[in-house]
């Protein structure tokens, strides 16, 4: 099967890509589910005649880190993340190809610095242990390291395929109204 030229070919890893923005999404809706229940949770050991259980807190702060690092890398592929728009507002393509794939560039050195602490993280902060559940600090940093991972290779993809085909843009409706 050939492809159209009204077709993009089809790149041998976008079924990867999905499948791990799904388990990426999986994780991160977990951990929202899961902050939501235990504080809600906690609000409600506050005023009714149950046994306070402390774990609930450290659980809410473990799922809050994990949430945040896991969704990092989708937010690169969708186009989620913090960007100046304003630049994509410039008449040369060449300037915003530009800036856009510097940009991804820089998220790239930034996960990648990332990438080490957490690599470092998990080998230095095995003795320690969590306050309540008593679990390695290091279990902790898993997620953390494969979200800065997610994000590092994400975006470096991003770059070559910014660099490539040029800039992507920001679809927003022109009839909008803009508020004064």
Do not use: N
Request: proline residues 4%; neutral net charge.
């Amino acid at each position: 099967m050939t492809d159209s030229p009204t077709r993009p070919a089809r790149r041998f890893w976008q079924p990867l890509v999905r499948v791990l923005t799904a388990l990426e999404m999986t994780i991160g809706v977990l951990c929202l589910f899961t902050i939501f229940v235990l504080v809600l949770f906690q609000a409600l050991q506050r005023y009714l005649p149950i046994a306070q259980v402390a774990w609930t807190g450290e659980v809410s702060r473990f799922g809050l880190v994990w949430l945040t690092f896991s969704a990092a890398g989708i937010l690169i592929t969708t186009r989620g993340h913090i960007a100046l728009e304003i630049v994509d507002a410039a008449r040369s393509q060449l300037f915003v190809r530009v800036v856009q794939a510097f940009a991804m560039l820089v998220v790239a050195a930034v996960a990648c610095m990332l990438v080490v602490e957490a690599i470092e993280l998990i080998d230095s902060q095995g003795i320690l242990k969590s306050a309540v559940l008593r679990i390695p600090m290091s279990w902790v940093y898993i997620p953390v390291l494969i979200g800065v991972v997610s994000t590092a290779i994400r975006s470096l993809i991003q770059a070559v395929q910014i660099a490539l085909t040029g800039p992507i843009f920001s679809e927003f409706d022109e009839d909008a109204e803009v508020a004064p």
